[in-house]
T-cell receptor, first 113, second 113 residues
Framework: GDSVTQMEGPVTLSEEAFLTINCTYT??????LFWYVQYPGEGLQLLLK?????DKGSNKGFEATYRKETTSFHLEKGSVQVSDSAVYFC????????????FGQGTELSVKP | DSGVTQTPKHLITATGQRVTLRCSPR?????VYWYQQSLDQGLQFLIQ???????AKGNILERFSAQQFPDLHSELNLSSLELGDSALYFC????????????FGPGTRLLVL
């Protein structure tokens, strides 16, 4: 079945460091790919998304490119801030399964000043 | 604020009991999703409704049931509760119930003692 695999956390970085969180997926159809972020004590919120191969999603300095050849959707940010500390979830939604999201296990990011 | 509301915020109950979690979607959204977040299982899709009808089902236990009412709010009923049902339950909504952005509520934290 469909699945999403993320790099394990926690990831600890210093402020202004470069961030990469790896995400790979397995899907049978034509999935849309998402990154959601969960701040402490809150629900998830969409960070960015991409709906087809080679699309690049971007928001708040974060970027991810839909790579069909490597079945990947890695999240990157050039310079992280303390306020980026959160748990990041990679997810996919297949085109023939309603809108349900299949999530990776989440990666906790901690940014130190 | 995502526009999705969930009540109650916290729930403490005993094994064998039954509880009802409530969700009000964003104005205009026709689809509602329920997810369970636990330490050992991560974020798991439970069930999706679209305009009052069940659209997709995940690994939802037979002890769990849900419905979406004509005013589009949804309820998730959990019965014969077990210790392992302790988790954070999220509701999300989207416009059409396809591969689109989902908006998450703040969650209901259930503790079964």
């Amino acid at each position: 079945g469909d699945s999403v695999t993320q790099m394990e956390g926690p990831v600890t970085l210093s402020e202004e460091a470069f961030l990469t969180i790896n995400c790979t997926y397995t899907a049978t159809g034509y999935p849309s790919l998402f990154w959601y972020v969960q701040y402490p004590g809150e629900g998830l919120q969409l960070l960015l998304k991409a709906t087809k191969a080679d699309d690049k999603g971007s928001n708040k300095g974060f970027e991810a490119t839909y790579r069909k050849e490597t079945t990947s959707f890695h999240l990157e940010k050039g310079s992280v801030q303390v306020s980026d500390s959160a748990v990041y979830f990679c997810a996919l939604s297949e085109d023939n399964q309603g809108g349900k999201l299949i999530f990776g296990q989440g990666t906790e990011l901690s940014v130190k000043p | 604020d995502s526009g999705v509301t969930q009540t109650p915020k916290h729930l403490i109950t005993a094994t064998g009991q039954r509880v009802t979690l409530r969700c009000s979607p964003r104005s205009g959204d026709l689809s509602v999703y329920w997810y369970q977040q636990s330490l050992d299982q991560g974020l798991q899709f439970l069930i999706q409704y679209y305009n009052g009808e069940e659209r997709a089902k995940g690994n939802i236990l037979e002890r769990f049931s849900a419905q979406q009412f004509p005013d589009l709010h949804s309820e998730l009923n959990l019965s014969s509760l077990e210790l392992g049902d302790s988790a954070l339950y999220f509701c999300a909504s989207s416009e059409q119930g396809t591969q689109e952005t989902q908006y998450f509520g703040p969650g209901t934290r259930l503790l079964v003692l």
